[in-house]
C-alpha cells in the first residue's frame, strides 16, 4: 500500500508549546504509519506527548513542523476532508450533561449531515450496539461514567468513519465497563475500522492492539507487534525484596545474574540473563551471604519490562 | 461509506442554536436573575428619581419609567448575554467544544449557534420588560412597530455582547473568568446615558457618554419608548448593536483560530 491510501501516517510531526527557555516539546518527531484496519496503541504516561498527537491528527492543534495524512487527506491543508472521514472520542468522555443521548446523536447526525431520513434510525441503532436504548431519552447528566464513555463512542460512528481516534477510552472505568469498550472496539475492527487508541494501560495496549509505540517525552522510543518487543526484552525479570541494611550487598551480587532493571520501591530488579532456572541460583547466594531474602516474584518478560527498557521506568499503576 | 453525506452549514447552525435555546430553557436559575434585577432598578429609579424629571435637560415625560425602560432593557441584555458565553466555556471545559471542532461543521455555525440562546432571549427579554412594565404606566410612543424594533435590536446586542464574551471564553477556557470579566461590561453600561440623560451630565462622565455606542443605543430605545417611531431611533436601535457583532463576532472567530494554534 502507498503512503498516501495509508489512514494514518505522519512524518516528523512537531509540536512546541512555548518559547525560548519555556519552550516545550510536547510531540518531538514522531513518525507513523498506521495500517488499514489495524488497532494502533499509542502507549505512554500523563504528558508524554499522546493527547498532542492526537489533537493534531484530529485537526484540533496545528503542528509546529513535520506533516501528517490521516484518510488520505492533509491534517493542515485539508482539515475538513479528514473531519468527514475521521471519528473521535476524546479524553474523559466530552458530552454536554444538559442533552440527553438521543439529542446528542441527533445532533451529531446533523452536523456530520446524514440525511434527515435516517437521523432516527441511526440513532437508535447506535443506542442498541452500546447498550444504551433504556437511557436514550435521559439526559446524558445522569449517566454512569462508563455510559458517557459509550455514548461517547455511539457518537464518534455516527457517519461510519473509517478511521477512528479513541484518547483514553478506558481511563477511570472500573474493570467491568472497560471490558464491555474492549469488547466492542474490537467489533468495530472486525468491520474493517482502522483505530488508533492512546492509553496508559500496558493491559489494554496488549489487548486490542496489533502494534504499539510507546512514546516518552515528546518521541516515540519503541514501535513493533506487543510479542515482538516483549522478545527483544528477552530475559525474565526477578524482584528480590531483602532488609534495608543488605541492600548494597545485595545489588551486588544479583548484579552477577544480569543487568539490573527498573523496579518497584524497595524492591532489586535483575533481568536473569540464564533464564528463570537461575532463581535458585540467586536465592542460594543470598542466603550464603547471609541476606534474609523478605519476598521473591519472577516476571516473565511483559510490555511493563519494553517500556521500562525502553524509558528506564516504570508506568504507575503497571498491571501486566 | 453507505450513505452520501452533506453537512449543510445551515442545518449545522439551527441544530446547534436549538442546543443552546434548549440549554436555557433547561437552566431557569440560569435566567430569571437577568429578568428580575432590571426590573428591580427600573422600580428603584421610578420610585426614588421622579422628580428627577423635571430637572433641566431631562427629556418630557410623563413618568421616570418611561425613561428608565431603555436602560432597564439594554441592562438585562447585557446580563443575559453571558449565559450563552458561560455554556461556551464550560463547553471549553468539559471537552465538547473539541467534540464540535473535530467535525466538519463551520466555525461560525458553532460560535453563533452557541449564541442563538441568547439571542432569542435577548429578544424574548426585551418584550418580556415592554409587557410586564405596560401596566405600571409605560407608554411606547413607537407603538408596535417600536416594540418590535426594540425586539431586534435587543436579539443583536445579545449576539454583540455574547460574542464578546465568547472570545473571552475561547481566551481562557474557563466559565470563571467570563463571569469575572462581565462586570467590565457592566461599567461601560454605567458610563452612558443608561440611567440619566446626556444633557444632565458634565467633565469627564459626560465626554465618555458621548462617544460611549450604549449611549447612543440606548437613546435609539428611548426615543422610541418617548417620542415615537422614527428611522433615526430604529437606525440607531438595530445598526449600532449590528456594528458592535460584526467587530465582536469577527473577534471571536479570530480568537478561535489562534487557540487552533497556538494552545
Same mark, same amino acid.
Given at each position: 500500500?502507498?503512503?498516501?491510501?495509508?489512514?494514518?501516517?505522519?512524518?516528523?510531526?512537531?509540536?512546541?508549546?512555548?518559547?525560548?527557555?519555556?519552550?516545550?516539546?510536547?510531540?518531538?518527531?514522531?513518525?507513523?504509519?498506521?495500517?488499514?484496519?489495524?488497532?494502533?496503541?499509542?502507549?505512554?504516561?500523563?504528558?508524554?506527548?499522546?493527547?498532542?498527537?492526537?489533537?493534531?491528527?484530529?485537526?484540533?492543534?496545528?503542528?509546529?513542523?513535520?506533516?501528517?495524512?490521516?484518510?488520505?487527506?492533509?491534517?493542515?491543508?485539508?482539515?475538513?476532508?479528514?473531519?468527514?472521514?475521521?471519528?473521535?472520542?476524546?479524553?474523559?468522555?466530552?458530552?454536554?450533561?444538559?442533552?440527553?443521548?438521543?439529542?446528542?446523536?441527533?445532533?451529531?447526525?446533523?452536523?456530520?449531515?446524514?440525511?434527515?431520513?435516517?437521523?432516527?434510525?441511526?440513532?437508535?441503532?447506535?443506542?442498541?450496539?452500546?447498550?444504551?436504548?433504556?437511557?436514550?431519552?435521559?439526559?446524558?447528566?445522569?449517566?454512569?461514567?462508563?455510559?458517557?464513555?459509550?455514548?461517547?463512542?455511539?457518537?464518534?460512528?455516527?457517519?461510519?468513519?473509517?478511521?477512528?481516534?479513541?484518547?483514553?477510552?478506558?481511563?477511570?472505568?472500573?474493570?467491568?465497563?472497560?471490558?464491555?469498550?474492549?469488547?466492542?472496539?474490537?467489533?468495530?475492527?472486525?468491520?474493517?475500522?482502522?483505530?488508533?487508541?492512546?492509553?496508559?494501560?500496558?493491559?489494554?495496549?496488549?489487548?486490542?492492539?496489533?502494534?504499539?509505540?510507546?512514546?516518552?517525552?515528546?518521541?516515540?522510543?519503541?514501535?513493533?507487534?506487543?510479542?515482538?518487543?516483549?522478545?527483544?526484552?528477552?530475559?525474565?525479570?526477578?524482584?528480590?525484596?531483602?532488609?534495608?541494611?543488605?541492600?548494597?550487598?545485595?545489588?551486588?551480587?544479583?548484579?552477577?545474574?544480569?543487568?539490573?532493571?527498573?523496579?518497584?520501591?524497595?524492591?532489586?530488579?535483575?533481568?536473569?540473563?540464564?533464564?528463570?532456572?537461575?532463581?535458585?541460583?540467586?536465592?542460594?547466594?543470598?542466603?550464603?551471604?547471609?541476606?534474609?531474602?523478605?519476598?521473591?516474584?519472577?516476571?516473565?518478560?511483559?510490555?511493563?519490562?519494553?517500556?521500562?527498557?525502553?524509558?528506564?521506568?516504570?508506568?504507575?499503576?503497571?498491571?501486566? | 461509506?453507505?450513505?452520501?453525506?452533506?453537512?449543510?452549514?445551515?442545518?449545522?447552525?439551527?441544530?446547534?442554536?436549538?442546543?443552546?435555546?434548549?440549554?436555557?430553557?433547561?437552566?431557569?436559575?440560569?435566567?430569571?436573575?437577568?429578568?428580575?434585577?432590571?426590573? $428591580?432598578?427600573?422600580?428603584?429609579?421610578?420610585?426614588?428619581?421622579?422628580?428627577?424629571?423635571?430637572?433641566?435637560?431631562?427629556?418630557?415625560?410623563?413618568?421616570?419609567?418611561?425613561?428608565?425602560?431603555?436602560?432597564?432593557?439594554?441592562?438585562?441584555?447585557?446580563?443575559?448575554?453571558?449565559?450563552?458565553?458561560?455554556?461556551?466555556?464550560?463547553?471549553?471545559?468539559?471537552?465538547?467544544?473539541?467534540?464540535?471542532?473535530?467535525?466538519?461543521?463551520?466555525?461560525?455555525?458553532?460560535?453563533?449557534?452557541?449564541?442563538?440562546?441568547?439571542?432569542?432571549?435577548?429578544?424574548?427579554?426585551?418584550?418580556?420588560?415592554?409587557?410586564?412594565?405596560?401596566?405600571?404606566?409605560?407608554?411606547?410612543?413607537?407603538?408596535?412597530?417600536?416594540?418590535?424594533?426594540?425586539?431586534?435590536?435587543?436579539?443583536?446586542?445579545?449576539?454583540?455582547?455574547?460574542?464578546?464574551?465568547?472570545?473571552?471564553?475561547?481566551?481562557?477556557?474557563?466559565?470563571?473568568?467570563?463571569?469575572?470579566?462581565?462586570?467590565?461590561?457592566?461599567?461601560?453600561?454605567? $458610563?452612558?446615558?443608561?440611567?440619566?440623560?446626556?444633557?444632565?451630565?458634565?467633565?469627564?462622565?459626560?465626554?465618555?457618554?458621548?462617544?460611549?455606542?450604549?449611549?447612543?443605543?440606548?437613546?435609539?430605545?428611548?426615543?422610541?419608548?418617548?417620542?415615537?417611531?422614527?428611522?433615526?431611533?430604529?437606525?440607531?436601535?438595530?445598526?449600532?448593536?449590528?456594528?458592535?457583532?460584526?467587530?465582536?463576532?469577527?473577534?471571536?472567530?479570530?480568537?478561535?483560530?489562534?487557540?487552533?494554534?497556538?494552545?
Amino acid at each position: 500500500m502507498s503512503v498516501t491510501t495509508l489512514p494514518i501516517v505522519a512524518e516528523g510531526l512537531q509540536r512546541y508549546f512555548g518559547s525560548g527557555d519555556d519552550e516545550v516539546k510536547a510531540v518531538d518527531g514522531v513518525d507513523l504509519r498506521i495500517e488499514a484496519g489495524e488497532v494502533f496503541g499509542f502507549l505512554g504516561p500523563n504528558g508524554a506527548g499522546k493527547s498532542t498527537t492526537v489533537r493534531m491528527l484530529t485537526t484540533l492543534l496545528s503542528p509546529t513542523g513535520g506533516s501528517a495524512r490521516v484518510a488520505g487527506f492533509d491534517v493542515v491543508e485539508q482539515a475538513n476532508e479528514v473531519r468527514r472521514n475521521i471519528g473521535v472520542a476524546l479524553q474523559d468522555a466530552a458530552i454536554d450533561p444538559l442533552m440527553t443521548g438521543a439529542e446528542l446523536l441527533k445532533l451529531q447526525a446533523v452536523l456530520y449531515g446524514l440525511p434527515k431520513n435516517q437521523h432516527a434510525s441511526r440513532a437508535g441503532e447506535l443506542l442498541e450496539r452500546v447498550g444504551l436504548t433504556a437511557a436514550g431519552d435521559r439526559r446524558v447528566g445522569t449517566y454512569s461514567g462508563g455510559m458517557r464513555r459509550r455514548l461517547d463512542l455511539a457518537l464518534s460512528l455516527i457517519h461510519e468513519p473509517s478511521v477512528l481516534f479513541l484518547d483514553e477510552p478506558t481511563t477511570g472505568l472500573d474493570p467491568m465497563s472497560r471490558m464491555s469498550l474492549w469488547e466492542e472496539i474490537r467489533r468495530l475492527n472486525n468491520d474493517g475500522t482502522t483505530v488508533l487508541l492512546t492509553t496508559q494501560y500496558l493491559e489494554e495496549a496488549d489487548q486490542l492492539a496489533e502494534r504499539i509505540a510507546i512514546i516518552d517525552h515528546g518521541v516515540i522510543v519503541r514501535k513493533g507487534r506487543p510479542a515482538e518487543l516483549k522478545g527483544e526484552v528477552g530475559s525474565p525479570t526477578l524482584f528480590v525484596t531483602v532488609d534495608d541494611g543488605a541492600v548494597e550487598q545485595a545489588t551486588t551480587i544479583v548484579q552477577t545474574f544480569g543487568e539490573l532493571r527498573p523496579s518497584p520501591e524497595g524492591a532489586l530488579g535483575v533481568g536473569l540473563t540464564d533464564g528463570s532456572s537461575a532463581v535458585s541460583n540467586v536465592v542460594r547466594t543470598l542466603d550464603d551471604a547471609g541476606i534474609t531474602v523478605r519476598n521473591l516474584e519472577l516476571r516473565e518478560p511483559s510490555l511493563d519490562d519494553v517500556f521500562a527498557e525502553a524509558t528506564g521506568y516504570r508506568l504507575e499503576g503497571a498491571d501486566a | 461509506m453507505t450513505v452520501a453525506l452533506h453537512p449543510s452549514t445551515f442545518a449545522q447552525t439551527a441544530e446547534m442554536s436549538k442546543r443552546s435555546i434548549l440549554a436555557l430553557w433547561r437552566q431557569p436559575a440560569l435566567v430569571v436573575p437577568s429578568l428580575i434585577f432590571p426590573l $428591580f432598578f427600573a422600580a428603584l429609579g421610578t420610585s426614588s428619581f421622579s422628580r428627577a424629571t423635571s430637572l433641566p435637560g431631562f427629556p418630557a415625560v410623563d413618568s421616570y419609567l418611561d425613561f428608565a425602560l431603555a436602560g432597564a432593557v439594554v441592562q438585562g441584555v447585557l446580563f443575559g448575554s453571558t449565559v450563552g458565553a458561560t455554556a461556551l466555556a464550560t463547553d471549553i471545559e468539559n471537552g465538547f467544544f473539541d467534540r464540535l471542532l473535530s467535525s466538519p461543521t463551520t466555525r461560525s455555525g458553532i460560535i453563533i449557534g452557541r449564541m442563538a440562546g441568547g439571542m432569542v432571549y435577548g429578544g424574548l427579554q426585551t418584550l418580556f420588560f415592554i409587557l410586564i412594565l405596560l401596566p405600571f404606566g409605560l407608554s411606547i410612543e413607537g407603538g408596535v412597530g417600536g416594540m418590535l424594533a426594540m425586539a431586534v435590536g435587543g436579539t443583536i446586542l445579545a449576539l454583540a455582547i455574547g460574542a464578546l464574551m465568547c472570545a473571552m471564553a475561547i481566551k481562557t477556557g474557563s466559565s470563571e473568568a467570563v463571569q469575572g470579566a462581565f462586570p467590565l461590561v457592566f461599567i461601560a453600561l454605567f $458610563f452612558s446615558s443608561a440611567f440619566f440623560p446626556r444633557e444632565t451630565m458634565s467633565g469627564i462622565y459626560a465626554r465618555l457618554a458621548d462617544i460611549n455606542p450604549i449611549s447612543h443605543l440606548v437613546e435609539g430605545f428611548r426615543d422610541l419608548t418617548i417620542e415615537g417611531l422614527s428611522m433615526s431611533a430604529v437606525l440607531r436601535t438595530i445598526l449600532i448593536p449590528l456594528a458592535l457583532a460584526a467587530i465582536t463576532v469577527t473577534l471571536s472567530l479570530r480568537t478561535l483560530e489562534r487557540r487552533l494554534g497556538a494552545r
